[in-house]
């Protein structure tokens, strides 16, 4: 149904909407500054934008829960500040850590929700089969909550959001966090509720390329709107300057992409398939040399690309965002790497639990100054495998030495040499940024001035002296993430291990980390890491694909590109050989594809 004038009625208005946030003891937070949008019915709506920009905040005042400090907010027609209490009764809202009770089954979890929503025992009888079909989760039905993967915890929460009939769906970053198979689900789930019910979904993404396929795109940034419309309306931003250099024999994709974010008319540049895909300024400003980004192509072949969506929004970002780069990492020492030196030795490495066998004889090397990714499904090992390698989880069996020391039989040697940041924030949230860094140096053995000099290096290095006195809790996802990684410097460590250290955060984010991980592997540390962010994996110098414990593939980054299907219409993507590898080995029965 359409209005007067032809346009679809909105769901979901505001109009001039603020609100303000005053933490105790801290300067306030201005989480929306005039924000002004409508989501069309029927439609899926994301909002997109970097940490802090108030997506959650907005998902939150949508749903009843806050209510703004000025400005208009209507739902279904209905002032959300007179009646929340109606908003929640039609509408239904799944926030980032949607609340599972991991001691009761699946089964049971979507019964209590049906209790708590009052759902009919007829309403029941007609909507579970859906749901465990939509989900795929009716095998599953008596497995317990805590036992199940990432993503299937996450077709759990949808299941149990869905559990009655709502006129508007909001989801707040349902995908993050989980691999991209469960990724791809989970979006043909929300796909088919909005193309074959009608329904109206407005979500919040970290991945640029789900925005890309909803049907309208509001950006945000630090509380404000940048732009709204059709995805190839913010595509559009990045027409003619968008780029891709083939690069000479013998160059390293991710090395190049580096200098060229030194470049001033350069705004972006992302690895891409064993090339490098750039973005230049749309007011390129004067550099020393009057080169630009000629001064890290040398050698290379230039040719434009079709703009996608990605270009658009980080073209976007940098009209309003601090155009600085992030900064590089400079070592205090620097390590010597050999081409031939091997750092991390896996061989048969086993890891059971009771009769489940988590990690099963899995072996791969690494070398200094490599970047070596582990890629799999939720549930396929990787964490065990982490927690093993860092001497923080017994093996029981197989070959493990790591810079050298004997990580099963000397596994306190083993962790001087090695940095960990976990997948989860694991500092202490009440502490400061200074007593976090304190903390750690103590812990790692640093004493008097040498302590005092590496905290410098920490706070300088990652840019946190602004923050310094700030609680680690209460800080943007960007600054947990560079606290975690500089806490796990602090020691000068040989290796680093990061487990889905980029989960949750935005484009600008994860620029900025990989800036800091491609300087770090100059300078000779061997960088161990898990994403699901397929396209992070180009990064890498070698992958490894796990699932159900065992390493399925391994290889450079363009050798397992080739292990795509190749009768897609498209070039393989990184995502594109993931799923192929993962559904294959689950049809055929595991085996190993190693390339050379």
Request: charged share 25%; net charge negative; aromatic share 6%.
């Given at each position: 149904?359409?209005?007067?004038?032809?346009?679809?009625?909105?769901?979901?208005?505001?109009?001039?909407?603020?609100?303000?946030?005053?933490?105790?003891?801290?300067?306030?937070?201005?989480?929306?500054?005039?924000?002004?949008?409508?989501?069309?019915?029927?439609?899926?709506?994301?909002?997109?934008?970097?940490?802090?920009?108030?997506?959650?905040?907005?998902?939150?005042?949508?749903?009843?829960?806050?209510?703004?400090?000025?400005?208009?907010?209507?739902?279904?027609?209905?002032?959300?500040?007179?009646?929340?209490?109606?908003?929640?009764?039609?509408?239904?809202?799944?926030?980032?850590?949607?609340?599972?009770?991991?001691?009761?089954?699946?089964?049971?979890?979507?019964?209590?929700?049906?209790?708590?929503?009052?759902?009919?025992?007829?309403?029941?009888?007609?909507?579970?089969?859906?749901?465990?079909?939509?989900?795929?989760?009716?095998?599953?039905?008596?497995?317990?909550?805590?036992?199940?993967?990432?993503?299937?915890?996450?077709?759990?929460?949808?299941?149990?959001?869905?559990?009655?009939?709502?006129?508007?769906?909001?989801?707040?970053?349902?995908?993050?966090?989980?691999?991209?198979?469960?990724?791809?689900?989970?979006?043909?789930?929300?796909?088919?509720?909005?193309?074959?019910?009608?329904?109206?979904?407005?979500?919040?993404?970290?991945?640029?390329?789900?925005?890309?396929?909803?049907?309208?795109?509001?950006?945000?940034?630090?509380?404000?709107?940048?732009?709204?419309?059709?995805?190839?309306?913010?595509?559009?931003?990045?027409?003619?300057?968008?780029?891709?250099?083939?690069?000479?024999?013998?160059?390293?994709?991710?090395?190049?992409?580096?200098?060229?974010?030194?470049?001033?008319?350069?705004?972006?540049?992302?690895?891409?398939?064993?090339?490098?895909?750039?973005?230049?300024?749309?007011?390129?400003?004067?550099?020393?040399?009057?080169?630009?980004?000629?001064?890290?192509?040398?050698?290379?072949?230039?040719?434009?690309?079709?703009?996608?969506?990605?270009?658009?929004?980080?073209?976007?970002?940098?009209?309003?965002?601090?155009?600085?780069?992030?900064?590089?990492?400079?070592?205090?020492?620097?390590?010597?790497?050999?081409?031939?030196?091997?750092?991390?030795?896996?061989?048969?490495?086993?890891?059971?639990?009771?009769?489940?066998?988590?990690?099963?004889?899995?072996?791969?090397?690494?070398?200094?100054?490599?970047?070596?990714?582990?890629?799999?499904?939720?549930?396929?090992?990787?964490?065990?495998?982490?927690?093993?390698?860092?001497?923080?989880?017994?093996?029981?069996?197989?070959?493990?030495?790591?810079?050298?020391?004997?990580?099963?039989?000397?596994?306190?040697?083993?962790?001087?040499?090695?940095?960990?940041?976990?997948?989860?924030?694991?500092?202490?949230?009440?502490?400061?940024?200074?007593?976090?860094?304190?903390?750690?140096?103590?812990?790692y053995g640093l004493r008097g001035s040498r302590k005092g000099a590496r905290i410098a290096w920490a706070m300088e290095q990652f840019e946190l002296a602004a923050h310094a006195h700030e609680?680690?809790?209460?800080?943007?996802?960007?600054?947990?993430?560079?606290?975690?990684?500089?806490?796990?410097?602090?020691?000068?460590?040989?290796?680093?291990?990061?487990?889905?250290?980029?989960?949750?955060?935005?484009?600008?984010?994860?620029?900025?980390?990989?800036?800091?991980?491609?300087?770090?592997?100059?300078?000779?540390?061997?960088?161990?890491?898990?994403?699901?962010?397929?396209?992070?994996?180009?990064?890498?110098?070698?992958?490894?694909?796990?699932?159900?414990?065992?390493?399925?593939?391994?290889?450079?980054?363009?050798?397992?590109?080739?292990?795509?299907?190749?009768?897609?219409?498209?070039?393989?993507?990184?995502?594109?050989?993931?799923?192929?590898?993962?559904?294959?080995?689950?049809?055929?029965?595991?085996?190993?594809?190693?390339?050379?």
């Open positions: 149904m359409k209005n007067t004038n032809g346009a679809v009625p909105a769901v979901l208005v505001t109009r001039d909407l603020h609100k303000r946030f005053q933490p105790p003891r801290l300067p306030a937070v201005q989480a929306l500054d005039g924000v002004s949008f409508e989501a069309p019915r029927g439609m899926l709506t994301a909002l997109v934008g970097p940490d802090g920009a108030g997506k959650t905040t907005l998902m939150r005042l949508a749903a009843g829960l806050l209510h703004a400090d000025s400005g208009e907010l209507t739902v279904l027609g209905v002032d959300v500040s007179a009646d929340p209490q109606q908003i929640q009764d039609r509408i239904s809202y799944m926030p980032q850590r949607f609340g599972l009770y991991e001691d009761l089954t699946v089964a049971e979890n979507i019964d209590l929700y049906a209790d708590l929503h009052g759902v009919s025992p007829e309403a029941r009888a007609e909507r579970y089969p859906r749901l465990m079909e939509m989900t795929a989760l009716g095998p599953f039905k008596s497995r317990l909550a805590g036992k199940l993967s990432g993503g299937m915890k996450q077709k759990l929460g949808l299941a149990c959001t869905l559990v009655r009939s709502p006129e508007l769906l909001l989801l707040d970053e349902p995908t993050v966090g989980v691999d991209p198979l469960s990724r791809r689900e989970l979006w043909e789930i929300v796909r088919q509720l909005v193309d074959t019910q009608g329904l109206t979904v407005l979500l919040s993404t970290a991945y640029l390329d789900e925005a890309e396929r909803c049907g309208h795109v509001i950006v945000l940034h630090q509380g404000k709107v940048l732009a709204q419309g059709q995805p190839s309306d913010i595509t559009d931003i990045a027409r003619n300057r968008v780029f891709v250099a083939e690069l000479p024999a013998g160059q390293n994709a991710r090395v190049v992409q580096s200098r060229l974010l030194d470049e001033p008319d350069v705004i972006d540049a992302v690895p891409d398939a064993g090339r490098v895909r750039f973005v230049r300024a749309e007011r390129p400003r004067a550099t020393a040399a009057g080169a630009g980004a000629a001064n890290a192509l040398v050698g290379a072949q230039v040719s434009a690309a079709t703009p996608r969506f990605e270009d658009g929004f980080m073209s976007l970002l940098r009209r309003v965002a601090d155009q600085e780069h992030a900064s590089t990492i400079s070592l205090d020492r620097p390590l010597a790497a050999r081409d031939d030196e091997v750092v991390v030795h896996v061989h048969d490495l086993v890891r059971k639990f009771g009769a489940f066998t988590a990690v099963d004889h899995i072996s791969f090397d690494v070398h200094r100054g490599a970047i070596f990714g582990l890629l799999g499904p939720n549930g396929a090992g990787k964490t065990t495998t982490f927690r093993m390698l860092c001497g923080l989880l017994p093996a029981t069996d197989g070959e493990l030495r790591v810079a050298g020391a004997d990580v099963r039989h000397a596994r306190a040697s083993a962790r001087a040499h090695l940095g960990y940041v976990a997948q989860k924030f694991s500092l202490y949230g009440a502490l400061t940024v200074a007593e976090n860094l304190d903390f750690f140096a103590s812990a609680p680690s809790g209460q800080l943007p996802g960007g600054y947990k993430q560079r606290l975690a990684m500089a806490a796990a410097l602090l020691h000068e460590p040989e290796i680093l291990f990061l487990d889905e250290p980029t989960s949750g955060a935005d484009p600008l984010a994860r620029r900025a980390f990989w800036r800091r991980i491609t300087a770090l592997a100059e300078q000779g540390v061997t960088i161990i890491v898990t994403t699901h962010f397929m396209q992070e994996a180009e990064y890498c110098d070698r992958i490894a694909i796990m699932d159900a414990g065992r390493v399925l593939a391994e290889g450079r980054p363009e050798e397992i590109r080739h292990m795509a299907d190749l009768s897609e219409a498209h070039e393989p993507s990184m995502e594109d050989a993931f799923i192929a590898i993962v559904e294959r080995s689950r049809r055929n029965g595991q085996s190993r594809e190693v390339a050379a």
